[in-house]
C-alpha cells in the first residue's frame, strides 16, 4: 500500500534511475573489493608482524586451512539464497568422513568410495528437501533435527570409535601440491567455478533466486519450486560430504564428531561475503572471500599468540559489524 | 438506518461554533518518486461523522497512514486541538485518541475476543491475568455497545465480520476521539452492518470524529455529515453530505479522462478457447465459464467471493475437487502451473507484491522466468538472447526503468504491474488471467493496460477479468458474471442491457440479500 497513486508527471526520472542503479552497482562491487581489501590488509600486517605468516609454508597451510569452510560457504550459499539455511553441514562432514573411511578400509577402490560416499550427500540433500517442500518443515528446524540425527547415525556405525584409513594414496592427497598450490586449495576451484557457472549463468540458478525472493511469484510463473528447492539442498550436502572427504584424506581418520561448529562458520563465511539471510542475494566469491578472512584471523590469531578465546570473540564481532554495514547499504535501495 | 436529518442540522449548529479538533494544512507524502498525497487542507470537526470517498489508489489509505502516525508527512502541518503536532509514531496518535479500523483485522487470532479486547491493558491481579473478570467486562462492553458477540470465544472462529466487530469495540473503548474506519462493511453482513452504525451514531453523539471510508456510497448518505473526495492523492473537494449527491460525488472521484479511456472494439468472437463445467473447488462451486478468442468474460463480486480461487485453480495452483476443465474442446487436467502455462494460459495475479514479483530481483529476471528454458542453450543461459528478451518488453509495454538489471522495487506500481503483464507476452498466451490488473496502478497505465486488452484480443486471445470495480468490468467485457460465496449467480451479456438498469441488478446479485 505504500506505492499507491502516482500520476505520469511523476514518473521516475530515467536519467536519475540510472544513475540510482550504476550507484547500487558501484556499492555492490564495493563491498566486494572492501572485504578483498580487509583480507589484504590483513595479510600485509601480519607479514610485518610476524615472521613466520608470510612463508610458504603457512600460506599453503593457511589455504589448506581455508578451502574446507570455503566449499561448505559455497554449498550453504545455494540454500541460504533460497531464504532456506542448512544447519547439518558439520555433521555431513563428520558422517561422510565415516562413511569414505568405511569404505576405504574395505577395500573398495578410492573413485569407488569417492562416489558413494557423494552418493550419501545427494540422499542427505533429498531428504532435507523433502522435508522443506513436502513436509512443510522450516529449514532452520528440518536441518536442525539431521545436525542431530546424522551425528547419531555417524556414532552408531562406529560405535563412537576412530576408524583409521590406511591408505596412503588417499591420505597423501592432502599433503601434495600441484603448481605449487596444495591440492586442497584447488578442490576449491574445482567447486567454485562450476558453482559460479550454475548460479549466474543457467537457469536454475535464476530460480533460486527468484524462489528466495518471492516462492509464490517464481511458482506462479511456472518455476517447478520443488525441484528447485531439492538442487540447492543436494548441492549444500554434496559439497559437505566433499569436505567430509577432504578432512579424511587431511587427518587419515573417519570420526563422526569431525566438523563440529562447521555449519556455523560456512554460515558465517557466506554472510560475510554477503548473502543475505533472507533470500535471493549472493554470490560465490563473496563466501569463498569470507572464508579466507575467517581463517586468516584464526591463523594470524595463532601466529600472533592471541588466546584462541579471544579469536571466537573477534570473529564474533566481525559478523556483526560486517552484517551491520551490509545493512545499511541494502538500506539505501 | 436513516440518518435524521434534524439531528445532523443540530450537530453542525453546534461545531460551528467549537474549535475544529483535527486541522490538516497542506499535508503531503511523497515515497522516493511517488508523489501519493499532494497538499491536502481538511479540517475534522469534534463530533462529526467525516466521510472520504476516493478510487483505488486516491491516497485515502496514504492519508489514514498518516493520521495513525504509521507514516510520517513529507511536509505539511497538522493541529491538534489547535496546538501544532508532529504526529511522528503510532504511539503519539493514540496518546491523542486517534483510532483506526482498518480493512485488514488486526487482531491476534488465536485469543479470545475478550483477550483481545484487553490487549495491552490487561486486568492484573498481583501480577496474575484475570481471565474470568475480563471476559465478565467484555461481555458487558459487547453488550452495551448492541455487538452480540461471544466475549469468550477464540478470535480465530469468528467470522471475517464478526473479527471486524470485535477490532471496531477494541477500538471505540480507550478514550478514543478520532476513530477511522476504512471499508468497514466490506465482510459484514446486513445485521452486523445495521449493528456497526448504531455504534458509529452512538460514538458521534458521545463526540467523537468519525472518519469513514467507503466504497459504498449510500452508507456514506446514511451516515455522514460531510464528505470529501480525493483524486490522484489530491483533494477535490470538502462538502456537506445535504449538499451534494451520489452522480456529484462519483464525478468528482472519477477522472473523466479516464471514463474515455475504457476501451473497447468490436473484436469479433472466434473458436472456444476454454469452458469449465460444473469446475468446484475450494472456496467456489459448480462455475461454467466459456471463453472464446476475442473474448472478455467479467468476473465480479465482493472480496472473498471466490474469483480468485477459481482463477487460481484454472492455472493448476489449487486443485479442483470436481468438475471439468475443457481446452480447445479437449477435455484436459492442470494439476500444476506448468500444465496451464504450457497450454498458453497466462496469470497476471491479484498481488503484485505477494504473488506477482520476485521485487527484490532486476526487471529482466522477472520478465524472463517463464521462459528460461527458451533462453537456455546447452547447459547455461545465453546472455544475448536473455537481455534482447527483456529489452524487448520494457520498450513494447513501456516499463519505465533504468536498465533491464534495476531491481523491480525501485519501479512505480503501474510499472511493476507491467512487469508482471510483460512476462506473458514473452511467452505468448492464448488465454490471460487478469485479476484486479488496475489496483493501485495510476491512471495512465490503467489506460495502457486497457489498450493492451484490445491488442491481445486482436491477436486470437481470451480474456478473464477480474475485477471489483463494476465500471471497470461492465465496460470491459463481453459476458459479465456475478459471484456470490463461490457460486456463479448471474451472468450478463454486457451489450444488450443499458449500463444503469445492470449496475443496480449487478450490486444486488453481488451483495446478496
Known amino acids: 500500500m505504500s506505492v499507491e497513486s502516482k500520476t505520469g508527471v511523476e514518473e521516475l526520472d530515467p536519467a536519475a534511475l540510472a544513475a540510482a542503479t550504476k550507484k547500487r552497482a558501484r556499492i555492490g562491487t564495493l563491498l566486494s573489493l572492501t572485504l578483498l581489501g580487509l583480507l589484504a590488509l590483513m595479510w600485509v600486517a601480519l607479514s610485518f608482524s610476524t615472521r613466520s605468516f608470510f612463508t610458504y609454508n603457512n600460506i599453503t597451510n593457511l589455504m589448506r586451512q581455508g578451502s574446507m569452510t570455503a566449499i561448505l560457504a559455497i554449498g550453504e550459499t545455494f540454500v541460504i539464497i533460497t531464504a532456506g539455511i542448512d544447519l547439518s553441514v558439520g555433521a555431513v562432514v563428520g558422517l561422510a568422513s565415516v562413511i569414505i573411511a568405511l569404505l576405504l578400509t574395505s577395500n573398495f577402490p578410492i573413485w569407488a568410495a569417492i562416489l558413494i560416499t557423494l552418493a550419501f550427500g545427494v540422499l542427505i540433500g533429498m531428504f532435507h528437501a523433502f522435508g522443506v517442500s513436502r513436509l512443510g518443515l522450516p529449514p532452520f528446524i528440518m536441518t536442525l533435527a539431521t545436525l542431530t540425527g546424522l551425528r547419531g547415525v555417524g556414532l552408531l556405525v562406529t560405535n563412537g570409535s576412530t576408524i583409521n584409513i590406511t591408505n596412503d594414496a588417499f591420505t597423501s592427497f592432502s599433503q601434495a601440491d600441484f603448481l605449487g598450490v596444495p591440492n586442497l586449495f584447488w578442490m576449491v576451484v574445482v567447486v567454485a567455478v562450476p558453482a559460479y557457472v550454475f548460479l549466474h549463468q543457467t537457469r536454475f540458478g535464476r530460480y533460486l533466486f527468484a524462489i528466495g525472493s518471492n516462492m509464490e511469484a517464481a511458482r506462479l510463473s511456472g518455476v517447478n519450486t520443488t525441484r528447485t528447492l531439492y538442487i540447492a539442498y543436494i548441492l549444500s ?16 581418520v573417519g570420526l563422526a564428531t569431525q566438523g563440529e561448529g562447521w555449519e556455523l562458520q560456512a554460515i558465517a563465511s557466506s554472510v560475510i561475503g554477503g548473502t543475505s539471510l533472507f533470500g535471493a542475494i549472493g554470490s560465490i566469491h563473496g563466501p569463498l ?13 595463532n601466529l600472533l599468540n592471541v588466546n584462541s578465546f579471544w579469536q571466537r570473540i573477534i570473529t564474533g564481532g566481525l559478523i556483526i559489524v560486517i552484517v551491520y554495514f551490509d545493512g545499511l547499504r541494502r538500506k539505501k535501495r | 438506518m436513516d440518518q435524521p436529518q434534524s439531528g445532523s442540522d443540530q450537530k453542525r449548529g453546534a461545531v460551528e461554533t467549537a474549535a475544529p479538533l483535527f486541522v490538516l494544512k497542506k499535508l503531503d507524502k511523497r515515497f522516493g518518486a511517488t508523489h501519493a498525497l499532494k497538499a491536502v487542507d481538511l479540517i475534522f470537526e469534534a463530533g462529526e461523522i467525516h466521510a472520504i470517498v476516493g478510487e483505488n489508489g486516491a491516497g485515502k489509505s496514504t492519508l489514514i497512514n498518516l493520521l495513525t502516525g504509521v507514516y510520517l508527512r513529507s511536509s ?8 501544532p503536532v508532529a504526529l511522528a509514531t503510532p504511539h503519539e496518535a493514540i496518546k491523542y485518541g486517534i483510532n483506526a479500523v482498518h480493512q485488514e483485522v488486526v487482531l491476534c487470532p488465536h485469543l479470545s475476543v475478550a483477550a483481545n479486547l484487553f490487549l495491552g491493558d490487561e486486568k492484573v491481579h498481583f501480577g496474575l491475568l484475570q481471565h474470568r473478570a475480563m471476559v465478565r467486562e467484555a461481555q458487558k462492553i459487547l453488550d452495551d455497545i448492541g455487538f452480540k458477540l461471544p466475549a469468550g470465544a477464540i478470535l480465530s472462529a469468528l467470522t471475517i465480520g464478526q473479527q471486524q466487530l470485535v477490532a ?11 476513530l ?38 449510500e452508507e456514506v448518505f ?23 449527491n451520489e452522480h456529484a460525488l462519483i464525478t468528482g472521484m472519477i477522472n473523466r479522462t479516464l471514463e474515455q479511456m475504457h476501451y473497447k472494439e468490436e ?18 462451486e459448480d462455475v461454467s465459464v466459456r471463453v472464446r478468442t476475442g473474448e472478455v468474460i467479467g468476473l465480479y463480486g465482493l472480496i472473498g467471493a471466490g474469483r480468485s480461487e477459481f482463477v487460481m485453480s484454472l492455472f493448476g495452483r489449487y486443485p479442483k475437487t470436481g468438475g471439468q476443465i475443457f481446452w480447445q474442446g479437449q477435455p484436459v487436467d492442470i494439476h500444476k502451473e506448468k500444465d496451464a502455462i504450457s497450454r498458453g494460459i497466462a496469470l497476471v495475479p491479484e498481488s503484485r507484491r505477494d504473488q506477482g514479483l520476485c521485487l527484490n530481483l532486476g526487471v529482466g529476471l522477472n520478465i524472463n522466468l517463464p521462459i528460461y528454458e527458451r533462453l537456455t542453450k546447452g547447459i547455461v543461459i545465453n546472455p544475448f538472447a536473455e537481455a534482447a528478451a527483456a529489452d524487448r518488453q520494457i520498450r513494447d509495454v513501456q516499463i519505465k526503468t533504468a536498465s533491464r538489471d534495476a531491481l523491480a522495487s525501485s519501479l512505480s506500481g503501474g510499472n511493476q504491474q507491467k512487469i508482471v503483464v510483460g512476462k506473458w507476452l514473452n511467452h505468448g498466451a492464448g488465454l490471460f488471467i487478469f485479476d484486479e490488473p488496475t489496483v493501485g496502478v495510476d491512471v495512465g497505465t490503467k489506460a495502457e493496460i486497457y489498450k493492451l486488452f484490445a491488442k491481445l484480443l486482436k491477436e486470437g486471445a481470451g ?12 465496460d470491459l467485457s463481453d459476458t459479465l458474471h456475478v459471484f456470490r460465496r463461490g457460486r456463479l449467480v448471474a451472468t450478463h451479456d454486457s451489450a444488450r442491457t443499458s449500463e444503469k438498469a445492470l449496475h443496480q441488478t449487478i450490486l444486488t446479485e453481488a451483495l446478496g440479500s
Open chain 1, 289 to 301: 572471500l569470507g572464508s579466507f578472512i575467517l581463517t586468516t584471523i584464526n591463523n594470524g590469531a
Open chain 1, 237 to 252: 550436502s554434496v559439497c559437505a560430504a566433499f569436505v567430509g572427504i577432504l578432512l579424511a584424506t587431511r587427518i587419515g
Open chain 2, 222 to 244: 446514511q451516515l455522514a455529515d460531510r464528505v470529501s473526495i480525493l483524486r490522484d492523492g489530491q483533494l477535490v473537494s470538502t462538502q456537506r453530505v445535504a449538499d451534494t
Open chain 2, 168 to 178: 471496531t469495540a477494541r477500538a471505540s473503548t480507550r478514550g478514543t476521539r478520532f
Open chain 2, 463 to 474: 480474456i478473464i477479468l477480474i475485477s471489483s470495480y463494476l465500471p471497470e468490468v461492465y
Open chain 2, 267 to 284: 473484436i469479433p468472437f472466434g473458436a472456444e478457447i476454454l469452458r469449465t463445467e460444473h469446475l468446484t473447488g475450494k472456496g467456489f
Open chain 2, 76 to 83: 505539511g502541518e497538522v493541529f491538534w486541538e489547535g496546538q
Open chain 2, 180 to 217: 477511522i474506519f476504512d471499508e468497514p462493511t466490506a465482510y459484514l453482513t446486513r445485521q452486523e452492518a445495521t449493528q456497526l452504525f448504531a455504534l458509529i451514531r452512538r460514538l458521534k453523539a458521545k463526540g467523537v470524529t468519525i472518519v469513514y471510508i467507503s466504497h459504498r456510497l
